[in-house]
Antibody
Framework: QVKLLQSGAALVKPGASVKMSCKASGYTFTDYWVSWVKQSHGKSLEWIGEIYPNSGATNFNEKFKGKATLTVDKSTSTAYMELSRLTSEDSAIYYC??????WGQGVMVTVSS | DIVLTQAPLSVSVTPGESASISCRSSKSLLSSKGITSLYWYLQRPGKSPQLLIYQMSNLASGVPDRFSSSGSETDFTLKISKVETEDVGVYYCGHRLEYPLTFGSGTKLEIK
């Protein structure tokens, strides 16, 4: 069945960057957009952006342009998101999704010195 | 950006009774293809969001038919009939009409 397996939790220092992964299985990776969604503690969901693995095309929420970089590795069916210049506002759980139906288990990112 | 406003903030329900959650959009969610791009999700405690309803009124695979959704172009209602303890969590509406995708602020369902 369709699965998205995300990398483990990360503790990073302010000003640093973090790169997380989302490994897809159970479907043809290059056929579907992969989105990323942020959920700050106890808060709602924010759509960050999406990438089309076949071409690398991306669409972003303006709010996250310059903050998030989306890439893929087609050879391993893995999508990546890198967040740069981290602040405490970036502490959150980050989900990858395939459409509305399939969600990864989430990656908790904590930004702290 | 499209703003989705949910009400109530929380609801407490006795098992076996019904619950309704409202979602109001700042813009029509009816696409040029005649599809209403409104989705409902349930996030159980400590879990990832789970799709319940897609395109306003279609039940996602494996979702019990106790869940139903209806609405117009801007006003939507999720109804849960015969609430069970497993229905506890936060319910979100979301749209996929245009960029950026946005979500409502969530409605927390608790059991009395």
């Amino acid at each position: 069945q369709v699965k998205l397996l995300q990398s483990g939790a990360a503790l990073v220092k302010p000003g640093a960057s973090v790169k997380m992964s989302c490994k897809a299985s159970g479907y043809t990776f290059t056929d579907y957009w992969v989105s990323w969604v942020k959920q700050s503690h106890g808060k709602s969901l924010e759509w960050i952006g999406e990438i089309y693995p076949n071409s690398g095309a991306t669409n972003f929420n303006e709010k996250f342009k310059g903050k998030a970089t989306l890439t893929v590795d087609k050879s391993t069916s893995t999508a990546y998101m890198e967040l740069s210049r981290l602040t405490s506002e970036d502490s959150a759980i980050y989900y990858c999704t395939r459409g509305a139906l399939c969600w990864g288990q989430g990656v908790m990112v904590t930004v702290s010195s | 950006d499209i703003v989705l406003t949910q009400a109530p903030l929380s609801v407490s329900v006795t098992p076996g009774e019904s619950a309704s959650i409202s979602c109001r959009s700042s813009k029509s969610l009816l696409s040029s293809k005649g599809i209403t791009s409104l989705y409902w999700y349930l996030q159980r405690p400590g879990k990832s969001p789970q799709l319940l309803i897609y395109q306003m009124s279609n039940l996602a695979s494996g979702v019990p038919d106790r869940f139903s959704s209806s609405g117009s172009e801007t006003d939507f209602t999720l109804k849960i009939s015969k609430v069970e303890t497993e229905d506890v969590g936060v319910y979100y509406c979301g749209h996929r009409l245009e960029y950026p995708l946005t979500f409502g602020s969530g409605t927390k369902l608790e059991i009395k």
